[in-house]
């Protein structure tokens, strides 16, 4: 019997864990979690804080008893205190300071990411909160209902800044948006797609603070104004979202890494030790748009990646396929999504890109409940392969972008895109669909 040990157990650690309980037998299986819960959807915290969602119960999608049912033994409310790589063992330290010993044939690496904290003075004041785990969400969602709590900053205008500065602000809060590019959502779209929903932000009184770094938090004990480089604001709460970096702890001294310091894994997940697999969060990807590794934290690359590890664990060899990227944001009624590279990402890895605009209404001009749609196809200059596209309107729009992630996974060219077969239907499109049309009058 196979004894995979799988450290951390929130979605890649899940998916492995399922896909060897489910599907592989003589598989023993083993989770380490720091956590009292797991399985917590992290994207749903800023929809829990605004109240777009009645409570935060929905939000575990899993439990340990479901494990201990399929025959794992799971541990929670435990940390690994090191892994002995050559001994095939890993050293765990439970909440009431007992330590033990785990024995593995194969460990899986789901520790995921950490949230970067800014190097500034002032950042040990109360307060000052990230959103990562259920405890953060839980900590800002019960300073929404302080009265004192009045002007909260938020840091990174990301997708998860952006989504907390909505969420914040529908919980009745002045909110100030700040970022050291001179636009939100720089890595995911182009200035002509952001301009649409920095103006949203602004029409739902958000205040953008765009080209502005913290420099220094400061306060006694809490946090009372923050410092950048353009200015000093008064605020009562501070929300850093500044972006992840891998948690690498546990193997950065034994595996090999990528430059951020992710583990660096082949298309099955295992890493430069062939017993230790890396999945979520901690590990790279082959990213189809770039065509090479990469590092792309995501909850659906994460699941992913999981399923990968078990299956090959469990002895059938699947290799991953890689993935575009593809993400999506909703805010204020205003749906943005992407996949692939935006021109600006293509020409900052010198990839030599054109695009094609096209907006329209997404039904035909009788129907009512209609909007406009924007969309944006990029495509290598030579090869007229595509490589990335953007689209938003206050339509729903985002399962379109689904087909650009197939196209982009499978080369296909913007020319094969100008006659593809699309359906019409009133109720959907029009017959002069915009996907098609953006294709029609690419350059």
């Excluded at 080209?211 to 605020?235: P, Q, S």
């Excluded at 990469?294 to 990968?308: E, P, Q, W």
């Excluded at 900052?348 to 605009?357: M, P, Q």
């Excluded at 953007?390 to 296909?412: D, R, T, W």
Aim: proline residues 2%; aromatic residues 8%.
């Amino acid at each position: 019997m196979n004894k995979t040990v799988i450290i951390g157990s929130n979605h890649a650690g899940i998916a492995a864990a399922n896909t060897l309980l489910d599907q592989y037998q003589e598989q023993e299986v083993i989770m380490i979690e720091k956590n009292s819960n797991l399985s917590y959807l992290g994207c749903g915290t800023a929809l829990w804080v605004g109240r777009q969602i009645d409570s935060y119960e929905g939000l575990f999608y899993t439990k340990k008893e479901d494990f201990e049912a399929k025959g794992a033994k799971i541990h929670t409310e435990t940390t690994v205190e090191s892994v002995d790589f050559h001994q095939k063992q890993v050293i765990c330290k439970t909440s009431t300071g007992a330590t033990f010993c785990e024995k593995y044939d194969t460990l899986i690496l789901a520790t995921g990411s950490k949230p970067i904290s800014p190097r500034i003075p002032g950042t040990n004041l109360k307060n000052i909160h990230f959103l990562k785990r259920f405890q953060d969400g839980q900590a800002v969602d019960q300073l929404m209902t302080d009265p004192t709590v009045r002007t909260v900053a938020v840091i990174g205008a990301g997708y998860i800044g952006v989504e907390i500065a909505e969420a914040v602000k529908r919980r009745g809060k002045n909110v100030l948006l700040f970022d050291g590019a001179e636009r939100s959502l720089p890595s995911y779209y182009d200035r002509e797609f952001t301009d649409e929903m920095d103006k949203t932000l602004a029409d739902n009184e958000i205040e953008l603070h765009f080209g502005e770094l913290a420099e220094e938090y400061k306060g006694t004990e809490k946090v009372e104004a923050i410092v950048t480089n353009k200015g000093t604001y008064k605020v009562d709460l501070v929300i850093n979202a500044i972006g992840f970096l891998p948690n690498n702890e546990l193997g950065k001294e034994h595996l090999e890494l990528f430059q951020n310091g992710a583990y660096i894994v082949d298309e099955h997940q295992q890493t430069s030790d062939p017993s230790v697999y890396a999945v979520g969060d901690c590990a790279t990807i082959y990213s189809n748009a770039l065509g090479k590794i990469s590092y792309i934290a995501l909850a659906t690359n994460a699941v992913r990646t999981g399923l990968v590890a078990g299956h090959n664990i469990g002895g059938t060899k699947l290799a991953s396929s890689g993935v575009q990227g593809s993400n999506g944001i909703s805010i204020f009624g205003l749906n943005m999504v992407s996949t692939g590279l935006s021109v600006e990402a293509a020409r900052k890895h010198t990839i030599d890109v054109l695009y094609t605009d096209y907006t329209d209404l997404q039904k035909p001009a009788f129907m009512s409940d209609n909007h406009p749609v924007k969309i944006r196809i990029v495509y290598e200059r030579n090869s007229r392969r595509i490589v990335g596209a953007q689209m938003c309107s206050q339509a729903e729009i985002s399962m379109g972008i689904h087909l650009f992630s197939l196209a982009i996974e499978q080369k296909v060219t913007i020319d094969e895109l100008k006659l593809l077969d699309i359906f019409f239907l009133p109720h959907f499109n029009q017959p002069y669909n915009y996907i098609t049309m953006a294709a029609l009058t690419a350059e």
